[in-house]
């Protein structure tokens, strides 16, 4: 008998989502499943609900959402041998996205059931997971406005990257470690991810792997207004990595110093994070991670 639960966030993406009971018996018969349904109520109580379906024994646990989702489920599977499952109802999907997890919901229900497991890696910022990516300067200000838009829309991230392309002169000088070498600069972004997919199509790193064992870094120094909106229109075809001033680099692990404030202004998976210390350290946990993909 396989235990599967179900976390579901009813207001992923456009919002109004349920589960209904008769199509999962359908995929999932009684004689060899037990079933729970869990939804959200709140930010982060996704994480209760997975730590109770710990307790409860499950064998697989779905995070039904987005990114966002998928990271208050999955922190909590980090190390652990419990599978997790992913059914993509939110804005982005980014991760869902690299895992070729279909979008269609019997599809999605039909790959897991089917339970090919892969091993992938996980990111971490501090004491934060992270699956797909994570950032700060630009992107994480985009986050930022996107949040407080209130509608998780495609409109809506437009709007929040152009509202942040007009601050984009306020950067904070940062000193960062790379594979060695220390470099003291006022980046417009820095972007670290595990992942080749952001969500919508968009990737800043196409080439990233979730399973080699290595983070992927883009870094974008401070540029001219010009050349943002150059990087940023390239960004959407994925060819930002001919401006000669874009860096990328692989590493095992990024640390990230400030001086002037006591505070990161951050990006994880999506979801828009202040962290209240000077100094973060970025690494990778190789194979951490029991996911269900094609």
């Known amino acids: 008998m ?91 999907n980014g991760l869902a996205s690299n895992l070729n997890i279909p979008k269609n919901l019997d599809k999605a229900l039909a790959l897991i059931k089917k339970q090919t497991v892969k091993k992938i890696d996980v990111g971490q910022l501090n004491n934060h997971y992270f699956f797909s990516n994570t950032g700060i300067g630009f992107d994480a200000q985009v986050i930022k406005h996107y949040e407080a838009a209130n509608k998780r829309t495609l409109s809506s991230y437009v709007k929040a990257t152009l509202k942040s392309l007009r601050k984009s002169n306020k950067l904070i000088e940062v000193e960062t470690t790379l594979n060695g070498e220390i470099v003291k600069q006022k980046p417009f972004l820095i972007f670290i991810s595990n992942s080749n997919q952001m969500g919508y199509n968009v990737s800043l790193t196409p080439k990233a792997s979730l399973d080699d064992g290595k983070l992927d870094v883009l870094i974008v120094p401070k540029l001219s207004f010009f050349k943002i909106a150059l990087f940023t229109l390239l960004m959407l075809i994925k060819k930002h990595h001919i401006l000669k001033e874009v860096e990328i680099h692989q590493t095992k692990s990024i640390k990230i110093i400030q001086k002037k404030r006591f505070f990161f202004q951050t990006q994880i998976d999506g979801e828009f994070l202040m962290i209240k210390n000077r100094t973060i350290e970025i690494s990778v946990l190789k194979k951490a991670l029991n996911v269900i993909g094609i």
């Open 2 to 92: 396989r235990h599967i639960h179900f976390i579901l966030n009813p207001i992923a993406g456009n919002g109004n989502n349920n589960l209904d009971l008769a199509l999962l018996n359908k995929h999932f018969n009684t004689k060899d499943f037990t079933i729970a349904v869990k939804p959200t109520g709140y930010k982060k109580h996704a994480i209760k609900l997975t730590q109770d379906s710990i307790a409860e024994n499950a064998d697989v646990i779905v995070a039904c959402g987005g990114d966002g989702t998928i990271n208050e489920v999955a922190s909590c599977l980090v190390n652990s041998t419990i599978i997790l499952g992913i059914i993509p109802i939110g804005s982005g």
